[in-house]
């Protein structure tokens, strides 16, 4: 394992969403809100703009603990998520995982989940509950 599980330790990882990416979202997930894709209706909404799916943003939790941290043979148990801002394509965010606890005996760890935007302002926050066999 690449990046160790014990408490208090963080990862870091940097991403961006393109319209390409919301819009094959949209497909999979079958939300096809006009707030995430039709830029002419977001100019009239609070929000000014399009803005991403909530659990496309989400998704990227996912991404780095099935790939990364702690990585393959991840088994995602549980997510909680606060949605706190809107999130935005082509703009960079920083997902943050800090692990709260560890659970040697059954190979789980409790991990805060966190996105930040470019002004370091969050955008989603929650806990996750995942079961990986090098946590030990």
């Not at 935005?88 to 800090?98: D, I, R």
């Amino acid at each position: 394992m690449e990046n160790k599980v014990t408490v208090n330790s963080v990862f870091e990882y940097e991403f961006s969403f393109n319209q390409t990416d919301v819009e094959n979202f949209a497909k999979a997930s079958g939300d096809f809100n006009p707030i995430h894709l039709d830029a002419e209706y977001a100019k009239d909404t609070i929000f000014g703009r399009t803005i991403i799916h909530g659990f496309l943003s989400g998704s990227m939790f996912s991404k780095v603990f099935g790939t990364i941290f702690p990585g393959h043979g991840t088994i995602y148990l549980n997510q909680s998520l606060n949605f706190f801002k809107p999130m935005y394509t082509e703009e960079e965010y920083k997902a943050v995982f800090t692990v709260k606890e560890v659970y040697i005996e059954k190979h789980r760890a409790l991990i805060t989940t966190e996105i930040f935007d470019s002004h370091k302002q969050v955008t989603i926050s929650g806990e996750a509950l995942i079961q990986h066999n090098d946590i030990a």
